[in-house]
């Protein structure tokens, strides 16, 4: 016994409390253990088992400073750290957490719970490389700890490897078939790889083993939406809010399905019900702000978008309608400012990679590599791609091919963000963010093929590199096939009569060329014929 535990009345409350706090009582285990600390304010046993207290009950911030005057007044033991470290994650204080955990592993580096933690912290962190190890780490000292799998399996996603990913799943579905977490999980993989009807199926076993699982009740209608089947959407959300009626997310998402409905009134309230728990929800607001153009009042658009955009003036989704919503209003100039097609649409050269004696010899190693990528599936479900084929993330493995198309994009990434978007007059006012990462996919159009009106809603910059073109490129009678068209566009559908005087531009594709633009701006590519495929790398500048 601790000396601060000999102390009759200090001991006595102590086991009071901790004999409640087992039998689950919590608020008379608090009684406990704050009458406790009146009496003796670092008793460090009493501030360790309140703060995993306050852990539990959901008060992660409270449970840090706990249990972290615990480690100051002297409780080092590899317990006390790691409960910190589980604290701090909660609380969303990743790198502190990840110090408090490597401290517990220090003292006890055989704890296998301890290293699932680490690799959380590690994820939370964007380290998913780190995370794995620490994953693999665990599942060494305890191969059947469900729980390490799913983790595993999520990073492995991460990270472009997606049959190790369904592979690991399946091993931590085995090992705990009844608990709804993993089947959850498998569904975010699949739903993540396209496979939406296996996704959705992941997601009706986890509510079927918790009805009340808010989380897969909402990814249940994300999957619908993203297959446009949005009246399966509707009922997905509508369940979520009955469940729990204060999610904003749920209330947004329907929002989003009845706006595709064409169900205005419904969607509206929907969005109000969002704003009416979170006042600054985007999501709400910009469905909202859609909802306003489409009954007819763009001007009341912009005002919500321009909402949007003081809370986050990089959002995509804001930007790339505001611009229409603009034009609609009748205020072309304000439009042409976000909209400055001939300033921001840039066409360089890409830099010859290292190992590589010229862009022929480099591009033709690319194409081997996309046509022999594991994830190159034609007409992938949920994508705007129309008679082609679309890969998952590029950027994984060790193929030499891959790591030379990473130093392409990057070096003209960062080139385009140093002259075009980091001025406080840009188009993000100055909201550029230091960190970022290079996602990139494949795509490949046949003959007839064309990819619909899209932006990149999770990047900032994007762009596309030209690796094969057909000789049809830009030789059709209007000089347009197979070329890349920028231009506002109602959400998931081509431009309509009311747009054809908006603000436009035309790029030819070139080989070895690569066309850069924020991430907000409509696009498309116009139908070609030929025998050929026309090949290109799509790829966003994400923030980390």
Known sequence: MAPND?????AQLLEQATVHHRAGRAGEAAQAYARLLEIEPGHTAALHRFGVLHLQVGRPEKAARLIA???EG?????AVLADLGGALLAAGRAEPAARALRQSLERDPANPSVLLVLGNALHALGRPEEAIK????ALRLEPKNAGAHANLGLMQQKLGR?????ETMARAIAL?????DMHYNAGTVLEAQGHLDDAASAYRRAIALAPDMVSAHINLGAVHLEADRFEEAVDAYRKAVEIEPGAALAHANMASALHALGRYDESIVANRAALT??????TALVNLAQAQQESGDPDAAVETFERVLAVRPDHVNALANMAIALQEAGRRDEAAKTYDFERLVQIRPAAVPDGYPDMAAFVEDLKRYIYGHPTLVWDRPAKSTTKGSQTLELLTGDDPAAHALEQVLRGAVQAYIDDFLTAPDGPYRGAVPTHWRIVSWAVVLRSGGHQLPHVHPSGFASGIFYVNLPDAVGRDEGGAAGCVRFGPSRMGGPAGESQQDFLRRTVTPELGLTVLFPSYFWHHTVPFESEEHRICVAFDAVPN
Request: glycine content about 4%; cysteine-free; charged content about 35%.
């Open 6 to 10: 000999r102390t009759p009345d200090t």
């Open 134 to 137: 620490s994953y693999e780490e």
């Open 74 to 78: 002297g409780a080092r033991h590899p």
């Open 277 to 282: 728990i979170e006042p600054e929800n985007l």
């Open 162 to 166: 997606p049959d190790a990913a369904r």
């Open 176 to 180: 705990a078939p009844d608990n709804p």
């Open 69 to 71: 005057r615990a480690v």
